[in-house]
């Protein structure tokens, strides 16, 4: 069969791959990727699996025994997983958390593509150059430590991390390599105060994700008119704290952009080739409308 032969579905070749999650039934990777690998003309399935907590060690057993080819990895999983791995990627290990694996001939190699995803979807679609910027960022956790890692790259001016917990956002801020950016962790009471002067306000957390859609981290009325609201998820693709920013003359930035370039970089791990992003981009849209 060549490569650009119609495919006729799973059969004894098929490779699998897959997304864990606790919960995981809302997730759009698998429709994404199972586009991107008919697009491509490869022969892989990708599903979702309901991981808990105590079934991690037992799925990676799984993906081992099983030969799964890759994985991708949301919540609550990304930083425990770490620990299930043979080796860690340079990135994910400064960044402290894991968003996809490669299973390399029974050799399972941690990534993280999330923060990668983020930067290319900011600059391409909302904020063209972070250069001297000052960076809000809500939340401490997986997806935040990835996201503040890239934008170090970007050599804004400043970054300050706020999280409910701030004990979390106090050791994000320390253990990541600044390189002359000013990096600092702040407590949420000060969010209106850092909102004011803020470029780019990104939340990382979980407020306002579906069904919670009426719930946002900030109020509209503390953002800097022309500035960038970003929020990381994507279902709703508007949430509540991006129609309150566009109302206070902000410039709005949803997460859809992000889960798709997180997978287009996952995608071109596990297979060794460009992933169609039109493609996949064109299918998530469809199933959230
Ligand atoms: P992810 O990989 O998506 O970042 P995570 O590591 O579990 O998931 O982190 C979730 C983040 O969302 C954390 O910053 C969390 O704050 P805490 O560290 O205080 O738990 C934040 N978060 C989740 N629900 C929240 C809520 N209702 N209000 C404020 N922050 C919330």
């Known amino acids: 069969m060549t490569g650009h032969t119609a495919r006729q579905g799973i059969d004894s070749h098929t490779v699998l791959y897959g997304v864990i999650g606790d919960p995981i039934r809302h997730s759009k990777s698998p429709i994404m990727m199972n586009r991107a690998f008919r697009e ?23 993906v081992r025994a099983m ?25 994910a290990r400064a960044i402290g958390a894991v968003n996809t694996i490669v299973n390399d001939n ?55 991390v706020t999280n409910r917990t701030i004990q979390r956002a106090e050791e994000l801020a320390a253990s990541l390599e600044s390189g002359g950016v000013q990096l600092a962790a702040s407590s949420s009471d000060r969010l209106e105060e850092l909102c004011g002067d803020a470029d780019i306000v990104i939340n990382t957390t979980s407020v306002g994700m579906f069904p919670q859609v009426d719930q946002s981290p900030v109020t509209g009325h503390w953002l800097k008119p022309g500035a960038v609201a970003s929020d990381l998820i994507y279902n709703p693709l508007k949430t509540k704290f991006l ?8 410039i709005a930035h949803g997460g859809l952009g992000m889960f798709i370039y997180q997978g287009a970089y996952a995608f071109e791990y596990w297979t060794g080739q460009p992933a169609p992003v039109a493609a996949m981009k064109e299918e998530v849209l469809a199933a959230l409308q």
């Open 106 to 160: 029974g050799r399972l190699i941690g990534y993280n593509t999330d923060g990668i995803g983020y930067v290319r979807s900011l600059k391409e679609e909302a904020a063209p150059s972070l250069e001297g910027k000052h960076i809000v960022v809500i939340g401490a956790g997986g997806a935040s430590r990835g996201i503040v890692y890239a934008l170090l790259q970007e050599k804004p001016a400043r970054i300050t």
């Open 243 to 250: 129609r309150d920013a566009e109302q206070q003359g902000c």
């Open 67 to 91: 030969g799964i080819r890759g994985v991708n990895v949301t919540i609550p999983h990304k930083l425990r997983v770490m620990d299930l791995l043979d080796e860690i990627h340079e990135g």
């Open 40 to 62: 491509t003309a490869i022969n892989g399935a990708y599903a979702a699996f309901h991981i808990t907590d105590n079934k991690l060690e037992d799925f990676i057993r799984g």
